[in-house]
């Protein structure tokens, strides 16, 4: 038998997370959802490589009525439509509402609950390993895609990187916000992924385009108030959104992002620590 | 804390919904090891889940180690689950989960380590524990799940069906394991549906059948309930009416029938009745009697002798 | 001869298999389907559409002044674009577990060890995803074609609008159909649901995005036929006999959506097996 004599007391919650975070993050790098990251990071620079390379070639996909598209504005493009609209929320949802329910269909929640830790730390460590699992891919290859792009048309880095430095922020805040807001609803729903899409492919691209207050309940809104580059007008719904556009102030959007993630966390947190778990068998 | 006890429950019920888990059970459960015993669907793993905190009661109220157990992490420092289902994270080796369950019961990184090599020894799994668990057997895993329940040398045990999938060698091993365990002082407390399998571990048995305790106490006691039960014996012989004028002679017997072509006859005393019946086919040269079973010898009829007792 | 000679054999005589197993299939998936209240509270929401348009050729037929809702054969069109959005949910909610929650429960061998073809068996599956997609496309747009001669006490409109009878029923099963292939062909390809609905999302997002970027880059749609719904909405454009939205030639949409039904079928026919084989 195990000898310990040594009496020991649980681990305080900023341990227990921080123990948590060291397992969660294996766990995510070496999931079949890395592909998935590998993915929505690397499409973007695959992408960028390939109009780089039209644009050496010379070719004039990329002239519209004979002149060229600036490398700036197809990276502001590509921040707005690939980065922003997909990216960031869809590895949110995908890796947020995985953070509790994969557990809990896996049947291995059972290891973690029965350990002397308060239940709010494991969904807290996971969601800081979700965080630096995604900041760390999603960020470079945002910096990749810029250095790939800005030369185009004769656009200079030295000029616009203030606005790259915007953009990697804007970004990691939006992983986080929505990381947590879908780390609530992994905890507290039974189809989190289906709630999740419902969430942010439709309530947030309804309530954006519809006058009023309703976009104040959506992270979109406030997240697109910080982008530092024109909405692109690709569809009807952006343009009707764009007519309707009253941007909030950037501290006052961040303040509310902030807000929205502590409460998020908090509420996941605390939906973990009070909620019962029935396994199937 | 082998006479106090290890585990009490006041009126404890669970329902899922509709469908009653656990029903008003009042049960108080002594120290040293204690067998669960029931069919499938008796109940047996809701009252594992309460009692080890992963449920919450519906109504009533359960303690363990004279602690409250729901929303009282403190209380895993002292206790160790091994739960029934097959679910591990599969991509780590058997020592690198067992190393990172117990650094969340407070282990530092070599202690964790250290713990880990010797909790897999114990269950003879040291050859195997740089080895993915993804890649174990279906014994393997069992006894890699057995490891980190008592890797930290918790007060109490609790095992849901832990000898599922082992082999019959890696389940003698396991139960020597845990009467060893139980022998250092320890309480242990495991839940099967094989009769045979807990009396190989403990004689200190709950029985459990639809969500209710029917029973509690010493095996050899349930196992004389099977024995003074009346109790069904078929007897296949080429001289059936023989047999019968043989066996009417002693007054154990109940009653006797006839039935597609084989002698069914009701005894009050089948220890008895076993022991002339051998006896008989023994002296018959002529080796009459070919077959003996008995359609109630099993766990099953205890529950419903108990039931409509 | 020799045990160790014997190998085993095809049976000679063929599969007996009386009936349509692939019927019972479709129904008890439908029926399993029908028992959540999520799916249901799902339909509900995607018949709210129809209800309005409802609304609005009751008043177009009723009230003269509100001519400027007009009903034409576009409306028709927009109806179904519409409805793509509930299509999706729906594909993921209940098309992801189809296949892949048979390889978690090991059935699919269970399936396979009866008396049904791999071919009845992926019919089956594909019957419960289509009916219950076919139920908030082709059944509430037919619906409102038989409502229009109702409410305007005429048939004036249908018979100026013969055609779209066929392209209500084309398009339907055009967009049914690429997405329940494409949803079960994941399925297959995993034990984990959840997995599947999210390879399913990520394909139908991802390329929409890459669309969009390289629509901003090059200020021109030609390369819409890297997202598969922009391909969905530009051959259903031509079915509706409007001009295409995207300058991608319709053929070429066309081709890639056939194309994707056919890679959908290939993984079916090679992932749905009644041995596991373990590399």
Same mark, same amino acid.
């Given at each position: ?101 994969? @557990? ?54 030295? @000029? ?115 909620? @019962? ?5 | ?5 290890? $585990?009490?429950?006041?009126? %404890?019920? +669970? ?21 669960? %015993? ?5 109940? +047996? ?16 109220? $359960? ?8 929303? *009282? ?56 524990? *740089? ?6 057997? +279906? ?116 009653? %006797? ?19 002339? %019946? ?32 | ?17 009386? #009936? ?85 429960? !090991? ?15 992926? =019919? ?7 009916? =219950? ?18 409410? =305007? ?7 100026? !609008? ?39 999302? #990520? ?77």
């Amino acid at each position: 038998m195990s000898a310990d004599s040594t009496p020991r007391r649980p681990l305080s919650f900023l341990t227990a997370t921080l123990r948590i975070f060291d397992i969660a993050v294996g766990q995510l790098l070496w999931s079949r959802r890395t592909v998935f990251m590998a993915l929505a990071a690397g499409g973007p620079v695959v992408l960028a490589l390939v109009l780089r390379a039209l644009d050496a070639s010379g070719v004039s996909a990329l002239r519209v009525n004979g002149a060229r598209v600036g490398g700036p504005v197809m990276f502001g493009g590509m921040i707005w439509l690939l980065y922003l609209r997909f990216v960031v929320p869809v590895l949110g949802a995908f890796y947020g509402t995985a953070l509790v329910s994969d @557990e809990v269909d896996d049947r291995t929640i059972t290891y973690l609950f029965t350990r002397p830790i308060a239940r709010g730390s494991i969904v807290v460590g996971k969601y800081l390993a979700y965080l630096a699992c995604t900041v760390l891919v999603v960020l470079p290859s945002v910096m990749a895609a810029y250095v790939l792009l800005t030369p185009i048309g004769g656009g200079s880095i030295a @000029e616009t990187f203030p606005l790259l430095l915007a953009d990697l922020g804007l970004l990691a805040l939006g992983l986080a916000v929505y990381g947590a807001v879908f780390a609530l609803i992994g905890a507290s729903v039974p189809r989190p992924l289906v709630v999740s899409l419902i969430l942010v492919f439709g309530w947030e691209q309804l309530a954006l385009v519809v006058p009023g207050y309703l976009r104040q309940f959506t992270v979109a809104y406030y997240l697109q108030s910080l982008v530092p580059h024109a909405m692109p007008h690709d569809e009807t719904m952006t343009a009707i959104q764009s007519l309707f556009s009253e941007p909030p102030s950037a501290p006052s959007s961040i303040f509310s992002l902030c807000l929205i993630l502590v409460v998020a966390l908090g509420f996941a947190a605390h939906a973990l620590q009070t909620r @019962e778990y029935v396994l199937e068998q | 804390m082998t006479e106090a006890a290890i $585990v009490s429950t006041e009126h %404890l019920s +669970k329902w899922y919904g509709q469908v009653i888990g656990l029903n008003d059970v009042t049960l108080s459960v002594a120290g040293g090891v204690t067998g669960l %015993l029931g069919p499938n669907g008796a109940g +047996k793993s809701t009252l594992l889940k309460l009692i080890t905190g992963q449920l919450k009661p519906s109504k009533g109220a $359960v303690r363990v180690l004279g602690e409250p157990v729901w929303g *009282n992490p403190a209380i895993y420092l002292r206790m160790g689950v091994c739960p029934e289902q097959d679910a591990f994270y599969d991509r780590m080796t058997g020592l690198e989960w067992l190393a990172a369950l117990l650094r969340l019961q407070g282990y530092g990184e070599r202690e964790a380590v250290a713990a880990g090599v010797a909790a897999l020894e114990q269950v003879d799994l040291q050859e195997a524990a *740089n080895k993915r668990i993804g890649a174990y057997s +279906k014994g393997m895993r069992q006894r890699v799940k057995l490891a980190q329940s008592i890797a930290h040398s918790p007060d109490l045990l609790i095992l849901d069906e832990p000898l599922s999938g082992m082999d019959p060698l890696a389940r003698r091993k396991t139960i020597r394991l845990l009467r060893t365990w139980a022998a250092s002082g320890k309480n242990v407390i495991v839940s099967s549906h094989v009769l045979h399998e807990i009396e190989a571990l403990t004689s200190n048995i709950l029985l459990m059948h639809n969500g209710r305790v029917l029973a509690e106490g010493n095996v050899h006691q349930i196992r004389d309930l099977i024995d003074e039960h009346p109790h069904t014996v078929c007897i296949r012989s080429r001289h059936p009416r023989e047999l019968a004028r043989e066996l009417v002679a002693h007054d154990d017997l109940l009653s %006797l029938r006839f039935e597609d072509g084989a002698v069914y006859v009701q005894t009050a005393r089948p220890d008895v009745f076993y022991a002339r %019946l051998t006896g008989m086919a023994a002296a018959d040269p002529t080796g009459d009697i070919y077959e003996v079973t008995s359609p109630d010898d099993n766990l099953q009829a205890v529950f419903d002798y108990l039931v409509k007792s | 001869m020799p045990i160790h000679r014997e190998r085993y054999r095809r049976r000679e005589d063929g599969l007996d298999v009386r #009936g349509r197993a692939w019927v019972v299939i479709a129904l008890q998936g439908l029926r399993a389907l029908t028992r959540k209240r999520a799916f249901l509270y799902l339909m509900l929401v995607a018949w709210i559409p129809c209800v309005i348009r409802g609304v609005q050729i009751y008043v177009v037929a009723n009230f003269p002044q509100a001519s400027f809702l007009a009903v034409t054969g576009r409306t028709f069109r927009d109806f179904l674009d519409q409805q793509e959005l509930f299509v999706f949910f729906i594909t993921v909610y209940a098309g992801s577990g189809l296949i892949a929650d048979d390889i978690r429960a !090991n059935a699919l061998q269970l399936y396979l060890s009866r008396p049904i073809t791999r071919t009845q068996y992926v =019919a089956g599956k594909l019957a419960t995803l289509m009916a =219950a997609l076919a139920f908030v496309t082709w059944v509430p747009a037919t619906l409102l074609l038989i409502l229009e001669p109702l409410f =305007a006490g005429n048939s004036t409109f249908i018979r100026h !609008n013969l055609y779209l009878i066929p392209a209500v029923a084309i398009f339907s099963l055009v967009e049914v159909a690429v997405g329940a292939f494409t949803m079960l062909a994941l399925s297959s390809l995993s034990k984990s649901r959840w997995f599947v609905a999210v390879m399913y999302a #990520g394909f139908a997002f991802f390329t929409q995005a890459i669309f969009g970027a390289t629509r901003v880059a090059t200020q021109s749609t030609a390369f819409s036929w890297i997202a598969a719904f922009s391909n969905l909405a530009q051959v259903g454009d031509v079915i509706f006999r409007l001009p295409p939205r995207y300058e991608t030639p319709p053929i070429v949409s066309a081709m890639f959506l056939v194309a994707l039904v056919v890679v959908s079928a290939a993984v079916l026919n090679r992932r749905i097996r009644a041995i596991e084989v373990v590399t």
